[in-house]
C-alpha cells in the first residue's frame, strides 16, 4: 500500500481532497490536523499545515520524519502565472522562491517535481475532463492580492502559478528523498485584483485591522462573494481530480 502525504494550507483546500477519501480517523501533528484515511491502495495522510512557508516548514519536517512516504503532494488553490481559466489545474514541474528582488530567482535553486507522477497527474486530469496544464510554480512570502504583482512575478519566472507552501514542501521531501508534485487549482486569474489585502488576516493580532477594513469598505463584498464561488469551483475540481489521481496511483 502506497504511503501518500497530501500538504494543504487550509481547512477549505484540505476539505476538498478529503471529499475524495474514506477518512479513518484524524490527530494533532505539529499543532496542526492531520485526517488520515485511505482510497484505493493508498494509504492518505492529509495536513493542514496553515499558510505561509514558516507553518509548512516546521508541519512538513514533523510529518516525513514520523512517517515515512512514498509520495508527498503539495495541494490546494493556487494562484494563475498565466493564462487560465478557474479551477484549471496546474501541475508543477518544480517550484522557487521569489522575494521581491531586482533579479530573477536563480533557476539552480528550484525543487524539482518528480516526472513520473507529474505525468500520473497529467493523465488522472484528462481522465476526468479536467483541464489541467504542467509547468514553474512560484512561492511568494505574502499574498499577492494586486494583478500587477501577479504579472511581474509572471514576467520574471515565466511561472503559471503561485503559492506560499510549496517551496517548504518540496525542500523537506528532497532532504528525506520522497518524490514530490505540486497540484493545485486555480482560484484567481492573472488579471484580477482580490477583494482585499488578505495579508491582513495572516496572525490574529492583525485580524481586528482586517475586519476594520472591510467595514470601511463595503464594495469588497462583492468581491469576496465572486472569491468565494471561484474558490467552490477550485475545491470541486480538487475532489474530482485526486478520486482518478489516487486511483490511478494503484
Not at 518544480?94 to 507522477?117: H, L, Q
Request: charged letters at 20%; hydrophobic letters at 45%.
Amino acid at each position: 500500500m502506497k504511503q501518500v502525504g497530501i500538504f494543504t494550507a487550509t481547512r477549505w483546500e484540505l476539505n476538498a481532497v478529503r471529499g475524495a477519501i474514506q477518512v479513518d480517523g484524524e490527530r494533532r501533528l505539529a499543532g496542526s490536523r492531520c485526517v488520515i484515511g485511505r482510497r484505493g491502495n493508498c494509504r492518505l495522510w492529509l495536513y493542514q499545515m496553515g499558510v505561509g512557508l514558516e507553518r509548512a516548514r516546521a508541519v512538513c519536517r514533523v510529518a516525513m520524519r514520523s512517517q515515512p512516504l512514498d509520495l508527498a503532494v503539495s495541494s490546494g488553490f493556487a494562484g494563475a502565472l498565466a493564462s487560465c481559466r478557474i479551477g484549471e489545474l496546474l501541475i508543477g514541474t518544480d517550484v522557487i522562491m521569489y522575494e521581491d528582488r531586482v533579479c530573477a530567482p536563480d533557476p539552480r535553486e528550484a525543487v524539482a517535481c518528480s516526472p513520473e507522477f507529474s505525468a500520473v497527474a497529467i493523465k488522472a486530469a484528462c481522465g476526468t475532463n479536467v483541464t489541467a496544464r504542467a509547468g514553474r510554480f512560484v512561492t511568494v512570502p505574502r499574498i499577492l492580492w494586486r494583478a500587477c504583482e501577479k504579472g511581474e512575478v509572471a514576467a520574471a519566472t515565466g511561472a503559471v502559478g503561485l503559492d506560499m507552501e510549496s517551496v517548504a514542501v518540496g525542500a523537506t521531501a528532497r532532504e528525506q528523498q520522497v518524490p514530490f508534485v505540486i497540484i493545485r487549482a486555480v482560484s484567481d486569474l492573472l488579471d484580477e485584483d482580490l477583494p482585499l489585502d488578505f495579508n491582513l488576516f495572516l496572525t490574529p493580532a492583525d485580524w481586528l485591522r482586517g475586519a476594520l477594513t472591510c467595514l470601511a469598505h463595503p464594495s469588497c463584498v462583492v468581491g469576496l462573494l465572486r472569491l468565494r464561488a471561484q474558490s467552490l469551483v477550485a475545491s470541486e475540481r480538487i475532489t474530482t481530480f485526486f478520486g482518478r489521481f489516487l486511483d490511478d496511483l494503484a
